[in-house]
């Protein structure tokens, strides 16, 4: 059995041979993308340039346009601890207390009030010894001309003294003045 090596070659005939037009017209094209990049690149800086420029004449022209703000994460996050601060001091406490306290808590005691600022909410936690003193108090608050949307947020089933007792938290809003 006398077989002929196969000849496999799929390029056309003529094709492997050097092109040097082919490498000049690739090496062309590659130089004159880069020499476009650097340009835009030249460009871009220029123009960033002169809009700094501007903002800097604008700002000289009309001081009360420019923009004094710093930015510092650092600072800014002062800024806004400080803010809050503030938002704190400005509380209606004695409104807010007056407001708890004038729906009567008999019944219960309460632990705590956590009041939030910004969106002018109230959680109260306390602990009642049953479920019946803790929705008539949020019936009570709710009668406070100071607070809306009194609602019960959460209870739970405790042990206070080896007696069972309730512990609840109460969300309020109350009223922008």
Request: hydrophobic share 45%; charged share 25%; net charge neutral.
């Given at each position: 059995?006398?077989?002929?090596?196969?000849?496999?070659?799929?390029?056309p005939?003529?094709?492997?041979?050097?092109?040097?037009?082919?490498?000049?017209?690739?090496?062309t094209g590659?130089?004159?993308?880069?020499?476009?990049?650097?340009?835009d690149?030249?460009?871009?800086?220029?123009l960033?340039?002169?809009?700094?420029?501007?903002?800097?004449?604008?700002a000289?022209?009309?001081?009360?346009?420019?923009?004094p703000v710093?930015?510092?994460?650092a600072?800014?996050?002062q800024?806004?601890?400080?803010?809050?601060v503030?938002?704190?001091l400005?509380?209606p406490?004695e409104?807010?207390?007056?407001?708890?306290?004038?729906?009567?808590?008999?019944?219960l005691?309460?632990?705590?009030?956590?009041?939030?600022a910004?969106?002018?909410?109230?959680?109260?936690?306390?602990q009642?010894?049953?479920?019946?003193?803790?929705?008539?108090?949020i019936?009570?608050?709710?009668?406070?001309?100071?607070?809306?949307e009194?609602?019960?947020?959460?209870y739970?089933?405790?042990?206070?003294?080896?007696?069972?007792?309730?512990?609840?938290?109460?969300?309020?809003?109350?009223?922008r003045?």
């Amino acid at each position: 059995m006398n077989s002929r090596p196969l000849a496999i070659d799929f390029a056309p005939a003529g094709a492997a041979t050097f092109r040097p037009v082919r490498w000049v017209i690739l090496l062309t094209g590659l130089l004159l993308a880069i020499i476009v990049a650097r340009a835009d690149l030249i460009q871009n800086r220029r123009l960033e340039a002169m809009r700094a420029d501007l903002n800097r004449i604008e700002a000289r022209r009309h001081p009360e346009l420019a923009d004094p703000v710093v930015h510092d994460p650092a600072i800014e996050r002062q800024i806004k601890r400080a803010s809050s601060v503030l938002d704190d001091l400005e509380l209606p406490w004695e409104p807010l207390f007056a407001a708890v306290e004038g729906a009567g808590p008999t019944g219960l005691g309460l632990l705590g009030l956590a009041p939030d600022a910004p969106t002018k909410a109230l959680h109260i936690t306390g602990q009642a010894k049953t479920l019946d003193d803790v929705l008539r108090y949020i019936d009570r608050l709710n009668q406070q001309p100071l607070l809306q949307e009194v609602h019960l947020i959460s209870y739970a089933q405790v042990q206070h003294n080896a007696e069972p007792a309730i512990q609840f938290t109460i969300g309020a809003k109350w009223k922008r003045s």
